[in-house]
């Protein structure tokens, strides 16, 4: 039995990992996915200063709420048994701590919508904070 942990990091969501996710499925290759949802503390940077707590958590939320249907929904029709987890923090922290308690088999990060760097410096923090082999794709 083989797990895979698929993080949802922002807006542009987790659809090629998603997809990768259903073929690894149908190809016997995975038989559990879990959908990681992980909101970032919003009362950092500069959006504080212009709009109030509660509006940047409810934007936040509505965001990321798209980008985690559409993972689901492909998940969905592939007929990929799986669950889904939210958790607050910074984004590597956050993904490497929920992953020390759970130990997945694999991590797969859509690094589609990301810059050379930020792609970069997420796959080096994930690898130096667990132990779970980190796959990007895009």
Do not use: C, N
């Not at 109030?52 to 559409?70: C, F, G, Q, W």
């Not at 923090?89 to 589609?112: K, N």
Request: hydrophobic share 50%.
């Amino acid at each position: 039995m083989i797990r895979m942990l698929i993080p949802v990091l922002d807006h542009g969501g987790a659809i090629e990992a998603a997809r990768y996710a259903a073929f690894m499925f149908l190809e016997r290759g995975i038989t559990e996915v879990e959908l990681l949802e992980v909101l970032e503390p919003v009362d950092q940077g500069r959006a504080a200063a212009f709009h109030t707590r509660s509006s940047l958590v409810r934007m936040e939320k509505h965001a990321m709420l798209k980008a985690l249907i559409d993972a689901r929904t492909i998940l969905e029709e592939a007929g990929v048994p799986y669950q889904w987890k939210r958790v607050f923090g910074h984004r590597t922290r956050a993904i490497a701590d929920y992953a020390a308690t759970t130990q997945p088999d694999v991590m797969v990060i859509d690094a589609s919508h990301m810059g050379f760097f930020r792609r970069l410096a997420m796959f080096a923090a994930l690898s130096r904070r667990t132990p779970t082999p980190v796959t990007m794709v895009h």
